[in-house]
């Protein structure tokens, strides 16, 4: 502020007054040879005198002022230090965890190259572990959401927790059913499933409707192709029949090869209740053409053979492969025989008769005998068992299969056995059924014809009746695990989760089981967030008594449930135990939304979720500040008002002892070691006797509110000492041979100490196992100690406020006088932080004094203005939640600029400073023509630019600006148009990435 200047007269006023009162007073004094006239030179020395009196004379008001704001009790503010956080990478292999006490140092370098030591605030138990994943799962919705993959950036870079639209929900319903038999189907095929539910059998075919449902589940096949959709599927009362397209193919699925068909629920919240207990299955298909034919070792083709060969005999076989027929147990084959016209083969061998010749013959004496027909007149039928060709009938039926069938069509039917099983013949591998000769109608008539039966074709086809048999085994596909169950032990699986009372959670994946503590786990956010999020359980999975449970984690939260950045702290007992879930087994924390609110979130209402930057093991909080070594002081006998200068200004703490062995005695020392935290320590020599008897003084404001008797001393921090009392205002210190006071302090280097991200270097002290420590987010809110200038203004608005807000400028002075960190308050009232009418809210916008910083940085500023509102803002606005804090919205300005000048020489040197000068003015806190940067909602417009820059040597002129807007924060940067800029009441403007064009005239 400007004080009244009382008396402007300068050296040069002085001297021309007292001439000009010469002339009166002295007439005869001459002044033609001022030069060389002693009184000339007397009275210049005057006026030089009187000037620097006139001078201190002037400064009359702001001594007032001064000496007016100490009576009041107003302090300049001591020095801040920074803080932030670290994080420590301990050596992968680091089974053990490293004790880190609190106040251990760690260090970086300033801009100086000058070393900045800070304190660790907290204990710690650095651990070599780190959250692999990170899942929610809501069961109301049926959702699962990997939010966070440590191996995956895209994953990494920034999430949200219970966000169940933002990401692909992995929460399949599915169950496979595989049978090497049944589903040997080949395309025309048909499967039926009959639902079976031993529990619950009214519900079996409301299940298989509900299944047969298109609209709510998928059918689908295995091919070599892979999964095909079945397209016709319909129900009929419990059973489920499907039509196959294509084979179904012999392969593997979940390291087990068999054949395979699925089930995908669509809409698994549609119905509370899918559930069965198994599946029988059977099929029906017709057309089978059979995989190989052999009459005895000799391979027949599919069409038109001989099946006992043009001449057959007893025992001769017809051996028939037909898998996908001869593989269904215990149903119906029927093989349709076509047969053409008997093929005909005479004998070749025919006996020569020995005929008696004679003059006269009768004809029947030379005749040649009539052939005999040769067929089959008897077939067995028999199958492969494993052991041995057993009867396939047990009776006589078909053995005739192959008399008379001359353009006949024959069905062969029957019941597959249980026991039949595959055999090579000849070179084929399979399922068998033989049809073997057991008698030869004339097989011994020499000269005869053999009728040897054509078969055309054959065509088989089988179907179940009532003797559906269980799938082989039944897999099922649920929170992205498979569960394998045999479809004979009769217990519920479950499609659907709609019915069950479970929370929404999210779960926290670590590499390695947590033992000991205390733990610490450092989830920075980004974002805004709801003003009040649902309340959270923390829970770990581990052995209690023998059984593993999830068990209640005690935590000490710092985040309010993820509405800012911080630290959680737990510990941890030897009971941690790893757990499949989600298909990966791992050890497990989870956090249990126990009022279920995560379930209600809107998509719409996703942008307030918790968002967080990064989930960090090993982060524990830091101070910048430094101790110092002990300073020890001699004293004389009854030296009043002693001073001690310490070595080291911008004390944060300081603790101050005096020697009172010689003094106090007796009761006067028991007394002392009996005080609650007395602070009292002693020496002793080797003989055991009291050599030093330390007592602690207390540090006060003023020393003439104290008595003779007091241990008090202030710290004068402008000077940078400690001042006793006189024994009057406070009692003076025993003075010994020796020094008789100590001090122990440390101190801060203010603004030094705010750091940038990856600044911190490592601990001062080397840490066993330790690969590395830094900060991963800026350390901010330090400041040098206030100026005498800027404690007058804040003073001021306290007489002006009174400590109460009643206007709007009220409400910007108690802000700002909340954080030394703040640079600029506005406040805009019955409107958002857009612009837009909002009756009745108060936002408070504030542009801190590190631009875009850490979460942390501005929610602590957020949180002491908040403190500060509570006190002193009408309880309507602080009750009704209708005060906003914001910080100022950052428009980030892209210049485009196209300049020229008279030489190509010029232009490293043109391009530089329009870069430097750009960067200069755009810096909101020190940039803009008077360097004292921008008030929000004044930004600059082309205009202020091109006057800014104009003026740089060597530059001839500029042709053109153009300016592109980004609003940008911690978490987004969008283009926003330059016209819009200038109508956001809360915006600043940043330094963003410009284009300059130099061309030469």
């Not at 129900?235 to 012999?250: G, H, M, R, T, Y």
């Amino acid at each position: 502020m400007e004080f009244p200047i009382m008396d402007k007269r300068t050296k040069e006023d002085i001297y021309r007054q007292i001439i000009m009162l010469a002339k009166s007073y002295v007439p005869e004094w001459s002044t033609e040879y001022a030069d060389e006239d002693p009184g000339h030179i007397l009275t210049k020395m005057f006026a030089k005198m009187f000037e620097e009196t006139l001078q201190r004379y002037n400064k009359i008001p702001y001594k007032n002022l001064v000496y007016f704001l100490n009576l009041i009790g107003a302090d300049i503010l001591p020095c801040m230090s920074s803080k932030g956080f670290v994080t420590i990478k301990m050596n992968e292999g680091t089974d053990l965890g490293v004790e880190v006490q609190k106040g251990t140092a760690v260090y970086g370098q300033d801009e100086e190259n000058q070393r900045v030591t800070f304190e660790i605030k907290d204990d710690l138990l650095a651990v070599d572990n780190y959250v692999k994943e990170i899942y929610s799962v809501s069961t109301k919705l049926n959702k699962i959401v990997k939010e966070y993959d440590y191996s995956d950036e895209e994953l990494s870079s920034g999430f949200r927790l219970f966000d169940f639209y933002g990401s692909e929900n992995l929460q399949k319903y599915a169950f496979f059913l595989c049978s090497d038999e049944v589903f040997f189907v080949e395309a025309g095929g048909t499967i039926v499933l009959t639902v079976v539910h031993s529990q619950k059998p009214y519900s079996q075919e409301k299940t298989a409707q509900l299944l047969a449902d298109k609209e709510l589940a998928a059918w689908e096949y295995l091919t070599e192709d892979g999964w095909k959709q079945i397209h016709n599927s319909k129900a009929v009362s419990n059973q489920i029949q499907l039509s196959i397209e294509e084979d179904i193919a012999f392969t593997e699925c979940f390291e087990k090869t068999s054949r395979w068909i699925r089930c995908i629920i669509l809409d698994p919240n549609k119905y509370e209740d899918i559930s069965f207990t198994g599946f029988h299955a059977s099929s029906v298909s017709c057309g089978i053409s059979p995989d190989s034919l052999y009459y005895n070792d000799i391979s027949l083709p599919k069409k038109d053979f001989v099946p006992f060969g043009e001449k057959f005999s007893a025992y001769d076989d017809f051996y028939i492969n037909c898998n996908q027929a001869f593989t269904k147990r215990g149903a119906w084959v029927n093989l349709t025989f076509s047969f053409g016209e008997l093929e005909e083969f005479a004998e070749d061998l025919i006996e020569e008769r020995d005929i008696k010749w004679k003059h006269f013959i009768k004809e029947e004496e030379i005749k040649e005998p009539e052939k005999q027909d040769i067929y089959i007149q008897k077939v067995l039928w028999e199958y492969w068992n494993g052991n041995g060709w057993a009867r396939l009938f047990e009776d006589n039926r078909y053995e005739d299969f192959f008399k008379n069938t001359e353009k006949q069509v024959k069905t062969l039917s029957f019941y597959c056995p249980k026991d039949m099983d595959t055999a090579f013949v000849g070179a084929d591998y399979g399922m068998w059924i033989r049809a073997r000769i057991l008698s030869v109608n004339n097989a011994f008539n020499v000269g005869g014809r053999y009728k040897a039966p054509l078969v055309k074709e054959i065509f088989a086809e089988y179907s179940y009746k009532n003797d559906a048999v269980c799938v082989d085994g039944i897999f099922v596909q649920k929170d992205m695990e498979i569960a394998a169950f045999q479809g004979l032990d009769n217990l519920e699986i479950q499609m659907s989760g709609a019915g069950k009372e479970e929370y929404p959670s999210v779960y926290l994946s670590v590499a390695k089981a947590i033992k000991g503590g205390p733990i610490k786990l450092y989830f920075i956010k980004q974002g805004a967030s709801l003003s009040k999020l649902p309340s959270l359980k923390w829970e770990y999975w581990g052995n209690v008594n023998g059984i593993s449970k999830w068990n209640e984690l005690k935590i000490q939260d710092e985040t309010a449930f993820f509405q800012k950045s911080g630290i959680v702290t737990f510990l941890c007992k030897d009971n941690f135990r790893p757990k499949t879930l989600f298909g990966k087994e791992s050890f497990w924390i989870r956090l249990v939304n126990i009022d279920k609110k995560y379930d209600s979130v809107k998509p719409k209402d996703r942008e307030f979720l918790p968002k967080l930057k990064g989930i960090y093991f090993n982060t524990v909080a830091i101070e910048q500040k430094e101790k110092m070594n002990t300073e020890y002081f001699y004293l004389e006998k009854d030296e009043p008002n002693k001073k001690c200068h310490l070595n080291t200004p911008n004390v944060l703490a300081l603790n101050v002892w005096v020697d009172e062995a010689e003094t106090l005695i007796g009761e006067d020392r028991y007394s002392f070691k009996q005080g609650e935290n007395s602070g009292v320590f002693t020496e002793e020599d080797e003989k055991g006797l009291l050599t030093e008897y330390w007592v602690p003084w207390q540090r006060v404001k003023d020393l003439a509110e104290f008595g003779a008797e007091d241990r008090v001393y202030v710290l004068d921090e402008e000077n940078n000492f400690i001042q006793f009392g006189n024994g009057i205002h406070g009692k003076i210190p025993c003075a010994r041979d020796k020094e008789s006071i100590r001090a122990e302090y440390t101190v801060s280097v203010g603004a030094k100490g705010n750091f940038s991200p990856f600044q911190i270097e490592g601990f001062s002290d080397a840490v066993p196992f330790v690969d590395s420590v830094k900060n991963l987010e800026a350390i901010c809110g330090g400041c040098n100690r206030e100026k005498l200038d800027e404690a007058m203004e804040r003073c001021f608005g306290i007489l002006k406020h009174q400590n109460k807000v009643v206007s709007q400028e009220d409400f910007s002075v108690i802000a700002k006088q909340a954080d030394r960190n703040i640079v600029d308050v506005k406040t805009a009232i019955g409107v958002n932080q857009n612009g837009q009418l909002a009756r009745g809210t108060v936002v408070v916008g504030i542009l801190p004094l590190v631009v875009n910083g850490a979460d942390s940085y501005f929610d602590e500023i957020k949180k002491n203005v908040d403190a500060q509102f509570a006190i002193k803002a009408p309880a309507v606005l602080t009750v009704g939640n209708k005060i906003q804090i914001i910080e100022a919205q950052y428009i980030e300005y892209c210049v485009h600029i196209e300049a020229s000048v008279k030489s190509y020489n010029h232009y490293q040197q043109v391009y530089k400073e329009i870069e430097s000068k750009l960067e200069k003015f755009l810096n909101p806190i020190t940039g803009n023509f008077d360097g004292k940067g921008f008030k929000m909602g004044a930004l600059p417009n082309k205009m202020k630019l091109y006057n800014y820059i104009k003026n740089i040597d060597n530059m001839a002129e500029i042709q053109r600006i153009y300016i592109f807007c980004y609003e940008k924060n911690r978490d987004y940067r969008k283009e926003i148009d330059y016209d819009d800029i200038f109508s956001l009441p809360f915006a600043v403007p940043i330094n963003g990435i410009h284009e300059i064009e130099i061309s030469m005239i």
